[in-house]
C-alpha cells in the first residue's frame, strides 16, 4: 500500500473536498493536509474551520497558477484534485472558467506532479459517460465510452483524457476516480437538494426541472470520501475506478421524499424549465472497486442520509443564507 503522510487536496474548501479533508483528519492522524483552495463563489474556508491548526494548512490560490504550484507541490506525497467548476448550469451559462479550471488546471497540475515526481489522484464524475435511457438495464463501467454532454462534462472528460496520457507518455503516477452524484453536508445551495431543502426553510416552493423523471445515482459524500482514500492508498497507477453505492432515483422521488421528511404536500412544487441538453440517467457498476480494493459504501440507506442532510441545513443557516439569494437570483434569469 502507498502510505502518504503528507498530501495537497485542491479545492478542500468546497462541498466534496472539505468534507474528505474531515475523513481524513478524523481517520489517518498521521496525515498531514495542506488545501489549495482558489476560494471561487463555491470555496468557503468555513468548510474547514476548527480542524487542528497542525493538521491542516490552507494555501489559498488557483490551480492554474505554475509558479504557486512550483511552490507548494515539492516536498509532499500526494495530491489529490477535487478543484473544478463543478455546477452544469452554470457550464451552459458561461462555460469560459470551465476550460480554464477544469482543463488548463488538471494540466498545470499534472506538469507540476511530473517535475516533482509526486503521486495524483483525480477526482472525476460519470457524466463523462453521457446518459442512459430510463429503461436501459445497463449501468456505466470502466469500459464505457466517454460521450459527454454539457460543457461541465466535456472538461471533465478532457482532464479525464490528459491524466490519462501523462500516465502513458511520461509515467505520471495518477489514478482516476469517476463517482455518482454526492450529497450531504457542506454543498452548495445551487445543486438539486440543497436548493429544494432550502427554498422549503425560506416557503418558497421547490423546483423540478423538465418532466421531473430524469434519474440520478445518489452517495453520500462520506462514502466518496472513503473510495478516494481507498484508491489513493491501494489503487493501481493508471487504473480508473467508479464509485457508486446502488442509489437510483427519479428527481421527483427524491423531491417529494424531501417534501415528505419537511411535513409538505407531494405537489408543493414548481414545475420549471428544462436543462439544455439535460442527461437523462446516471448508473455506476462499482464491482471494480469493491472486488480489487474491497470497499464498500456505509450509508446505504438514503432517507436516513437525506434526513440527516435537511437537519444539517435546518442547523446551519448562517452557512447557506449568504450565498442564496445571489444563486436564486441566477437561476430566476435563466426562468429556472
Ligand atoms: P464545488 O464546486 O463544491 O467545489 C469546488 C472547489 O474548487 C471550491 O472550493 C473552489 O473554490 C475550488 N476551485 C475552483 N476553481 C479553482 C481553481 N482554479 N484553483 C483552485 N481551486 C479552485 O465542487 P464539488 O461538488 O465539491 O466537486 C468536487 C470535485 O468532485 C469536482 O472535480 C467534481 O467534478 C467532482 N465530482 C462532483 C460530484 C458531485 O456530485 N458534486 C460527483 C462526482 C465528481
Ligand atoms: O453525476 C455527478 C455530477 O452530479 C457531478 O459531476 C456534478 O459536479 C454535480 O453537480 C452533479 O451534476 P447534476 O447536474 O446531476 O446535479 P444537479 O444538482 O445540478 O442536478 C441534479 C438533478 O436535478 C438534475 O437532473 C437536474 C435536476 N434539478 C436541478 C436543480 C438545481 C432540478 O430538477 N431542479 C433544480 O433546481
Not at 435511457?133 to 449501468?139: S, Y
Not at 471533465?156 to 503516477?173: F, N, P
Request: charged share 25%; with cysteine; aromatic share 10%.
Amino acid at each position: 500500500a502507498f502510505c502518504p503522510t503528507n498530501i495537497i487536496v485542491t479545492g478542500g474548501c468546497g462541498f466534496i473536498g472539505s468534507n474528505f479533508v474531515h475523513y481524513v483528519v478524523e481517520n489517518h492522524p498521521e496525515v498531514h493536509v495542506t488545501v489549495l483552495d482558489k476560494l471561487t463563489y463555491a470555496g468557503n474556508p468555513e468548510n474547514i474551520a476548527g480542524l487542528p491548526a497542525g493538521r491542516v494548512e490552507l494555501v489559498v490560490g488557483d490551480i492554474c497558477d505554475a509558479g504557486l504550484l512550483d511552490r507548494v507541490v515539492p516536498g509532499h506525497d500526494a495530491v489529490v484534485h477535487f478543484a473544478a467548476e463543478s455546477h452544469n448550469d452554470n457550464s451552459i451559462a458561461d462555460p469560459e472558467p470551465f476550460l480554464r479550471t477544469n482543463v488548463e488546471g488538471t494540466f498545470r497540475l499534472l506538469e507540476a506532479c511530473r517535475k516533482f515526481d509526486v503521486r495524483l489522484h483525480h477526482v472525476s464524475t460519470d457524466e463523462v459517460y453521457g446518459d442512459l435511457a430510463l429503461d436501459d438495464p445497463a449501468r456505466f463501467t470502466e469500459e464505457t465510452p466517454y460521450r459527454p454532454s454539457s460543457p461541465y462534462s466535456s472538461t471533465k472528460a478532457a482532464s479525464d483524457m490528459l491524466v490519462r496520457a501523462w500516465v502513458r507518455t511520461y509515467g505520471v503516477r495518477a489514478t482516476i476516480s469517476n463517482c455518482s452524484n454526492n450529497y450531504g453536508p457542506y454543498q452548495h445551495v445551487e445543486k438539486f437538494i440543497p436548493r429544494q431543502i432550502t427554498n422549503i426553510l425560506d416557503g418558497v416552493r421547490p423546483k423540478l426541472y423538465g418532466d421531473g423523471r430524469n434519474v440520478r445515482d445518489w452517495i453520500h459524500t462520506e462514502d466518496h470520501s472513503s473510495a478516494v482514500w481507498t484508491i489513493l492508498t491501494r489503487g493501481i497507477i493508471g487504473e480508473t475506478y467508479l464509485i457508486g453505492a446502488d442509489g437510483e432515483r427519479s428527481n421527483i422521488d427524491v423531491l417529494r421524499a424531501i417534501l415528505a421528511a419537511m411535513g409538505r404536500e407531494p405537489d408543493d412544487f414548481d414545475w420549471v424549465k428544462d436543462r439544455p441538453g439535460h442527461d437523462r440517467r446516471y448508473a455506476i457498476d462499482s464491482a471494480k472497486l469493491r472486488r480489487e480494493l474491497g470497499w464498500e459504501p456505509r450509508h446505504t440507506d438514503f432517507m436516513s442520509g437525506l434526513e440527516q442532510t435537511i437537519t444539517w441545513y435546518r442547523e446551519h443557516e448562517s452557512w447557506w443564507r449568504p450565498s442564496k439569494e445571489a444563486t436564486e437570483a441566477k437561476y430566476a434569469k435563466q426562468g429556472q
